[in-house]
T-cell receptor, first 117, second 112 residues
Framework: DGGITQSPKYLFRKEGQNVTLSCEQNLNHDAMYWYRQDPGQGLRLIYYSQIVNDFQKGDIAEGYSVSREKKESFPLTVTSAQKNPTAFYLC????????????????FGAGTRLSVL | QKEVEQNSGPLSVPEGAIASLNCTYSDRGSQSFFWYRQYSGKSPELIMFIYSNGDKEDGRFTAQLNKASQYVSLLIRDSQPSDSATYLCAVNPVDSSYKLIFGSGTRLLVRP
């Protein structure tokens, strides 16, 4: 069953705590992404990775960290430095390779909803 | 700052009508354009993509692209209550085919 799996579905963070959101894909996609969505807002890019062992900051990277040690996995850590972490976090993947065409279509996981205790 | 603009709505149409959703973008060199549908509390799902000027049809959905005027639209024919959702427009900026810039979405309500 191919797709993008995010876990957990719901996550609660205590003040001062780091939490890690999991994202796994079995689509053999090169590119992976993390977005944050606040109520009534569009998606804002946190980090993205075009290839294993490489990643770039998006528009709102402060307070977040990522790793890309395997092609299938792109975990996101929300650190204690992120003072307003409550949001819906979405992981996406795309086939990759530069240029227009279906290779840059992004597909999304089901999301993780993070709240602060 | 590259921008993608959408009217937040809600756009309310009766069942069976044509719903017309619009999106404008600021990056003139953008080449790829996407429409995603997002139901409340769920993740976005791709419904259309378009690369060339003109119309692209897929079932009840038609995407229209006008690069000279920098807008892309989505028409939904024979609208159904199940089409009620938020529709997100996304654009590839010219400096990165890997990235998408999303609009904030238009909420569509289809009245039975």
């Amino acid at each position: 069953d191919g797709g993008i799996t995010q876990s957990p579905k719901y996550l609660f963070r205590k003040e001062g705590q780091n939490v890690t959101l999991s994202c796994e894909q079995n689509l053999n996609h090169d590119a992976m992404y993390w977005y944050r969505q606040d109520p009534g807002q569009g998606l804002r890019l946190i980090y993205y990775s075009q290839i294993v062992n490489d990643f770039q900051k998006g528009d709102i990277a402060e307070g977040y960290s990522v790793s890309r040690e395997k092609k299938e996995s792109f975990p996101l850590t929300v650190t204690s430095a992120q003072k307003n972490p409550t949001a819906f976090y979405l992981c996406a993947s795309a086939p990759g390779l530069a240029g227009p065409g279906p290779k840059n279509i992004q597909y999304f996981g089901a999301g993780t909803r993070l709240s602060v205790l | 700052q590259k921008e993608v603009e959408q009217n937040s709505g809600p756009l309310s149409v009766p069942e069976g009508a044509i719903a017309s959703l619009n999106c404008t973008y600021s990056d003139r060199g953008s080449q790829s354009f996407f429409w995603y549908r997002q139901y409340s509390g769920k993740s976005p799902e791709l419904i259309m993509f378009i690369y060339s000027n003109g119309d692209k049809e897929d079932g009840r959905f038609t995407a229209q692209l006008n690069k000279a005027s920098q807008y892309v639209s989505l028409l939904i024919r024979d609208s159904q209550p199940s089409d009620s959702a938020t529709y997100l427009c996304a654009v590839n900026p010219v400096d990165s085919s890997y990235k998408l810039i999303f609009g904030s979405g238009t909420r569509l309500l289809v009245r039975p």
